[in-house]
C-alpha cells in the first residue's frame, strides 16, 4: 500500500504562485514516474506534468514556462511550483506516484487532491 498526502493548494489571485507537495509512505522498493493531474469543473481529468526517476520532465502546454515539477527523492515528495496563475487552472490537483512493490510490480497510487482557485 501506498499512502500519498498533497498540501498546499488554496486561494490566490490570478498572476500569484501556489506550490503543491506530495508526500509518499507506504511499503514499496522504490518510486518511479511521479506526476500531476487536474480536474476542473465538467471536465475531464488531465495531465499537467510528469518527472521520471531520473529527472525528466515533462508538461501540458498550457502550463510550459509557468509550472515547474520537481522531486526530492531523498523526502519521497514531488512538488509543483505555479506561478503566473490564471483562472483556467483553477482545478482539484492531483498527484500520481508510480512505485515497484516487491509483490505486485508496479502499481499506480493516487493522492487525495487539493484544490487551487485562482481569482480574476
Known amino acids: 500500500q501506498v499512502q500519498l498526502v498533497e498540501s498546499g493548494g488554496g486561494l490566490v489571485q490570478a498572476g500569484g504562485s501556489r506550490r503543491l507537495s506530495c508526500a509518499a509512505s507506504?511499503?514499496?522498493?522504490?518510486?518511479?514516474?511521479m506526476a500531476w493531474y487536474r480536474q476542473a469543473p465538467g471536465k475531464q481529468r488531465e495531465l499537467v506534468a510528469t518527472t521520471t526517476s531520473d529527472g525528466k520532465t515533462t508538461y501540458t502546454d498550457s502550463v510550459k514556462g509557468r509550472f515547474a515539477i520537481s522531486r526530492d527523492n531523498a523526502k519521497n515528495t514531488v512538488y509543483l511550483q505555479m506561478n503566473s496563475l490564471k483562472p483556467e487552472d483553477t482545478a482539484v490537483y492531483y498527484c500520481n506516484v508510480e512505485v515497484y512493490t516487491i509483490i505486485n510490480g508496479l502499481i499506480s497510487s493516487w493522492g487525495q487532491g487539493t484544490q487551487v482557485t485562482v481569482s480574476s
Open positions: 507506504g511499503r514499496y522498493f522504490s518510486i518511479n514516474a
